[in-house]
């Protein structure tokens, strides 16, 4: 059984059904594919996001949710990982459908300096990015919409403040686009796309080239 994967057991009787496997193992599968997210690899953010999901009789995940998570950038990828998985999965012809497999996801930092963070100082990176996804949302919905709708200069401006305090700045933006060649050579063209897609809707167009070549 694999040491990260529980399962909400269905009991006939009293045996226990047999549950479904990741072909090499799901612990395997998260070491190999994990990519640690920008905003908590820089703020020395770990912990474990708890996802629920569920498989067809071909294996494939169908749905899928955070159960409990980080808060922050964490709880995306590890919903990705699980998404990626879809298809690889060993199913038992008496599994039922409906139910609810629970994976938790661990994340930990190594080959980071970060021994001169304090929790205290993780704790407030962590309610930051839980406090500015307003923030975020307003500057990715003022770009995607520039071009057909008329903004004034003042406004414009605004926007400019907005996103240099939350750090999305050129160095960001290649380190993102870095993440989405991994997501393409991993072939999650999904996921790369979603981050070519934020680095283009929050103004810049460093990612056309990406855009151009994997996401029409």
């Known amino acids: 059984m ?28 998260i070491n190999a594919n994990k990519i640690y997210p920008q905003y908590s ?18 294996g494939k995940v169908y749905f899928s949710v955070i159960r409990s998570g980080v808060g922050t950038d964490l709880d995306d990828e590890a919903l990705r990982l699980v ?3 879809s298809g690889q999965w060993i199913v038992p012809e008496d599994h039922d459908t409906a139910t609810v497999i629970i994976a938790p996801i661990k994340f930990t930092i190594s080959g980071q300096d970060c021994q001169g963070k304090s929790r205290q100082e993780i ?7 839980r406090a500015n996804k307003g ?28 996103k240099q305090s939350l750090g ?16 393409i050579q991993q072939k999650d063209q999904q996921g790369a796309c979603e981050d070519f897609r934020f680095v283009k809707n929050m103004g810049s167009n460093l990612a056309d080239e990406m855009l151009a070549k994997y996401c029409n």
């Open 2 to 29: 694999s040491k990260i994967l529980t399962l909400i057991f269905l009991l006939s009787g009293f045996v226990l059904k047999a549950e479904p496997e990741l072909k090499g193992g799901l612990e395997s599968f």
């Open 41 to 58: 690899l820089r703020n020395c953010i770990d912990g474990t996001v708890t996802i629920g999901f569920k498989l067809n009789k071909n």
């Open 83 to 85: 998404r990626m998985s």
């Open 123 to 129: 704790n407030l990176a962590i309610e930051s990015y």
């Open 135 to 162: 923030s975020t949302d307003a500057v990715l919905n003022f770009y995607r919409n520039k071009g057909t709708a008329t903004y004034t200069r003042a406004e414009e401006l605004r926007i400019l403040a907005l």
């Open 168 to 183: 999305y700045d050129e160095a960001y933006f290649k380190e993102r686009i870095e993440d989405g060649l991994k997501k």
